[in-house]
T-cell receptor, first 109, second 116 residues
């Protein structure tokens, strides 16, 4: 069964303290990997799509990378407004998005 | 671009009531729309996939007679929870995509459904 695992489950950082979030998946015909940000009581907000190993995407303080078995979301010098749950979702050969359980990120001023 | 509007955002109703939730893509045509359910501190679980003009495809374990989905146009899909009971209380989220596979899904802000 295709699975998506995110770690850590929760992460608290001081403002300006850079770190990385991990998303690992079992391989079964990866067709795309998506990162989303979800604020409490809201739907996920699209951040990045990655399609092949070695691909990288950047947006402001966020950078997403992809290997054959995992993806990282790097956050550089985060600010309190970056606090949210970050979700990873993988599109496998069955054409359905499988979501991880997310990493709850808290940035402390 | 890629804005998805979901309405209503919050519903509280009595057991036995049917509730309709609307999902609209405001600035693009959505070939495919998806309905998810999310429990507290859990991830999104796909309920069904719908393509404009055709019947929805339901995931295993999702009752199609309980959760009626209509995708009448390229910008509108509706989910009707029929004869809702307290166990149907949850956060329902729709998403829309320009195509079924390669384009990202864009999500609405969800509907919090509470059945008393």
């Amino acid at each position: 069964e295709d699975q998506v695992t995110q770690s850590p489950e929760a992460l608290r950082l001081q403002e300006g303290e850079s770190s990385s979030l991990n998303c690992s998946y079992t391989v079964s015909g990866l067709r795309g990997l998506f990162w989303y940000r979800q604020d409490p009581g809201k739907g996920p907000e699209f951040l990045f799509t990655l399609y092949s190993a070695g691909e990288e995407k950047e947006k402001e303080r966020l950078k997403a990378t992809l290997t054959k078995k995992e993806s990282f979301l790097h956050i550089t010098a985060p600010k309190p407004e970056d606090s949210a749950t970050y979700l990873c979702a993988v599109l496998f050969g069955n054409e359905k998005l499988t979501f991880g359980t997310g990493t709850r990120l808290t940035i402390i001023p | 671009g890629a804005v998805v509007s979901q309405h209503p955002s919050w519903v509280i109703c009595k057991s036995g009531t049917s509730v309709k939730i609307e999902c609209r893509s405001l600035d693009f045509q959505a070939t495919t729309m998806f309905w998810y359910r999310q429990f507290p501190k859990q991830s999104l679980m796909l309920m069904a996939t719908s393509n404009e003009g055709s019947k929805a495809t339901y995931e295993q374990g999702v009752e199609k007679d309980k959760f009626l989905i209509n995708h009448a146009s390229l910008t509108l899909s509706t989910l009707t929870v029929t004869s809702a009971h307290p166990e149907d209380s949850s956060f329902y989220i729709c998403s829309a995509s320009r195509d079924r596979v390669y384009q990202p899904q864009h999500f609405g802000d969800g509907t919090r459904l509470s059945i008393l």
